[in-house]
């Protein structure tokens, strides 16, 4: 299936739903098992001190804030705006983070990305991009977070690659599973898993390989400043990009 395959609206907001239930679902396991911080976030350092201080990140999709706890341990002036439709993980975050802002935010609405005020030194996106349903949607969110760089900032995103990690891979389920879906609309590398830690819930992943990743920093017009695997056992978890405007 080619990427410029138009997935309608009607299933993006499908799975857009999916996933919000799956995270009003399960947030307090999922808050329990993301308290540590990722190795490759410590590769990312070399990157940001080289940014102006105080450093203002923006950090899409930051569920309960714990990049954030990250960055304050590592950079010493540190503007932080934390962004997420998860109110319970919003709340989390707040508790790590009382010096941090945290704003309640679906990603899939264009417009209120767009009235997000002042521009950002680092804007990231880790865990997010496998959720947003359509590689247009994909290109756009970037795009549209793009205009919130500073000149020189820097746009970071993670392209999770759970098929090569066994455990995940044994969690996909049939779409059959999500009856209501148009399977037809679906695009390569549309998954969905389950989740086995506590309350039962479904979620909508989309695996996004080297030629997606590829076309998705075309799109963008920025300078690639590195690429690189990190996290999990073998270091194999998460592809990182680290782009520059």
């Known amino acids: 299936m080619q990427y410029n395959f138009l997935m ?5 907001q499908l799975l857009n739903n999916l996933n919000q239930q799956f995270y009003q679902t399960v947030w307090s396991e999922f808050d329990v098992t993301r308290q540590k911080a990722w190795e490759g976030w410590s590769k990312l350092l070399q990157f940001l001190w080289k940014q102006p201080q105080p450093l203002r990140v923006l950090d899409a999709g930051c569920g309960n804030g714990r ?44 417009q209120r990305i767009s009235e997000l005020e002042g521009t950002y030194d680092v804007i990231v996106l880790i865990a997010v991009l496998h959720h947003i349903p359509s590689f247009d949607e994909r290109a756009a969110l970037l795009k549209r977070l793009k205009q919130k760089l ?30 209501d879906l148009d399977q037809t609309q679906l695009e390569k590398n549309d998954f969905l898993l389950d989740w086995q830690r506590g309350e039962h819930a479904i979620r909508y992943c989309h695996l996004i390989d080297q030629k997606e990743i590829e076309r998705l920093v075309e799109t963008l017009s920025l300078t690639k400043v590195a690429q690189f695997y990190a996290d ?3 270091n194999q978890s998460n592809i ?6």
């Open 8 to 12: 309608n609206s009607k299933t993006q």
């Open 240 to 245: 990182y990009v680290v782009l520059q405007k």
């Open 150 to 179: 500073n000149k020189g900032g820097l746009l970071i995103f993670t392209a999770w690659q759970f098929t090569k990690i066994p455990q995940l891979k044994e969690r996909i389920i049939p779409w059959t599973k999500c009856p």
């Open 67 to 110: 990049f954030g706890e990250f960055l304050t341990e590592h950079i010493h002036e540190l503007e932080y705006v934390g962004i997420d439709n998860s109110a319970e993980l919003l709340t989390a975050g707040r508790k790590k983070l009382f010096k941090g802002k945290f704003i309640a935010l679906d990603l899939m609405n264009k």
């Open 232 to 234: 999990g056992k073998e």
